[in-house]
């Protein structure tokens, strides 16, 4: 279970997060693309559990940065 958590987590913290490589992305376009990969990459109920709690995600985000 934690792997799957993490999983969500870590593809979404790199997403929307400056790299070397390239600008971070915003969170809607993030956000899309882990929806876009709900039951492929990620499992349904961690990434929904995910989406039902962005609000403090992004809360716990800012807090970081």
Not at 8 to 35: E, G, I
Not at 40 to 52: E, G, K, R, T
């Amino acid at each position: 279970g934690s792997g799957r958590v993490t999983a969500v987590a870590d593809v979404f913290d790199a997403l929307t997060s400056d790299r070397v490589y390239r600008p971070a992305l915003p969170v809607a376009t993030a956000l899309d693309m882990l929806r876009q990969r709900r039951g492929s990459h990620f499992d349904p109920d961690y990434l929904d559990a995910f989406f039902d709690n962005i609000d403090e995600v992004l809360d716990l985000r800012a807090s970081f940065n």
